[in-house]
């Protein structure tokens, strides 16, 4: 199947012939459905902490962060590009009328003062039109003023990152997300004077956020009293996935190549296994908010964290009693409430085990990464949620889902998917070191079977694309997983560049 070029191509992305005939087989074999049992709700695996509870997450947390010698890491994945930010704004370019006609169109003009990047976009007018953008307008050329925004020669903010784009107004200039995360690191996830912080970036704009941590870091170090320590990372080559034709063979490029692709967000558990850290914040690069409404981020933050260091130092307690040999039947009991109830992990099984295959049991479900995700009240987005999910071995866990793992032919599961009360925002925090202080290889407890398969197209051609099992989705299957319900105040996403009008982006 395979030429002697192909086994170059192969090696020289740092893969295996085995690993892409593997890649092959799951494309012809396709991947199963999760098999569920419901999904999480409040009192279901959902936390709903009240303000003691969250007085004492904070607590906990700040006191974790006080004894030193834990490190903290920020990871933000960044490598998405805006082009669909402004899928609205290219239509318009190209339509053939020529000034605002759909509703978003009009809303856009009507209050594109209020963008933190108005004034860049003014300046680039001026230089590459002769006229401010309020004189394009008012001689109804809108599409020279969209075109600024979106092209090479003004904006760009068509190809550039969403990371990279302005997104708040202040006094003492607009902020792009990549700040904002750096404020955010600053209030919550710094310690010692020092707050960690790392981007995973696509290789074309790696440059652009160095160049802007350049301009930026020393201020606010400034602000903040902190110092930065700021890294990046890119999708590495050797996680990409073949594509393959409709009949399921290796897609050629016109030199006669292999293509591969960029294998999804699941790719990342790589570069999150490279981390360095005790503890790691996750969160997406658009869910930022100013200054004057980050209280409730912070305080969030916070508290998923104090959870997650209470949760695991349990953890870590009972593993080194079973390491210990000193234990009672009793104890052994009240071991497995912890992980029945508090990381809502069950097995059918429990009850026909001796004491020494129960140890054995225990060990297994607690010496694992652990994640505490936040969870919002279910508004209608699109996107994944918590559920109760049945795993390889038979147990059922805590596990955030996305629509193409679910049979949508199977009417109890969509019923389940389509009632569920909460939403998953991308709000994570992260041990990934064993109770012995060893950091875990994470691509151990991804799921394989979790992956899918979607349909794409090359040139004109179609082709079928392989994405791994999703980051916080099947890479993270086999981690000990607790939902706690959050504030939507703290979810902000931006899909489009209208909704940086709203009031949460203003």
Known sequence: MFTEADYKQIEGRGMTVAKVE???????????FLRLEGAAAVGKGIIAPDEAARQKAVADWEAYKQQGGHKVVKFVPASGAAS????????????????????????????????AFFDALCDKCKANEGKTVDELIGTGNYKAVAANMLETAGLNYGQLPKGLLL?????????????EHLVEAA??????????????????????????????????????????????????PSTDTIATNPDNTPFRNEDGSLLFRPGGHGALIENLNDIDAD???????????????????VEWKQVIAGVLVEMQRK????????????????????????????????TADLKEMEDAELVVYLRQKLNRPMRVCGVVKNVGEP???????????????????ESSQIDTSNEAYMKMFTGGTHFNPVDLVCAIRDYKGQPFHLPDYVDESTGFISSKSKNGRELKALELPGLWNGAMSNWNTIFVEVP????????????????AHQ
């Open 279 to 297: 503890v790691v914040f996750i969160k997406n690069i658009d869910n930022v908010v100013p200054d004057r409404l980050k209280a409730d981020t």
């Open 84 to 115: 669909r930010m402004f899928k609205n704004m290219f239509a318009f370019v190209s339509a053939d009328y020529d000034v605002p006609t759909t509703d978003f169109e009009k809303k856009f003009f009507a209050e594109i003062h209020e963008f």
């Open 22 to 32: 593997h890649q092959l087989e799951q494309v012809r074999q396709g991947f199963p």
């Open 167 to 179: 997104f708040h107004s202040y006094d003492d200039g607009p902020r792009t997300p990549m700040e």
């Open 187 to 236: 209030l919550y996830a710094g310690s010692n004077g020092e707050a960690n912080v790392h981007f995973t970036v696509s290789h074309d704009h790696l440059e652009l956020f160095e160049k802007r941590v350049a301009e930026k870091q020393n201020y606010y170090e400034q602000k903040f009293g902190i110092h930065y320590n700021i890294s990046f990372s890119e999708q590495k």
């Open 488 to 503: 939507l105040s703290t979810f902000n996403p931006v899909k489009t560049v209208n909704d940086l009008l709203r009031d």
């Open 315 to 346: 953890a870590f307690d009972y593993l080194k009693v079973l390491d210990s040999g000193v234990y009672n039947h009793q104890k052994l009991e009240e071991i497995i409430r912890f992980v029945q109830r508090e990381l809502c992990c069950r």
């Open 383 to 401: 996107g994944g949620g918590p559920f109760l999910a049945y795993n390889q071995d038979g147990s059922v866990s805590l596990q955030i889902l």
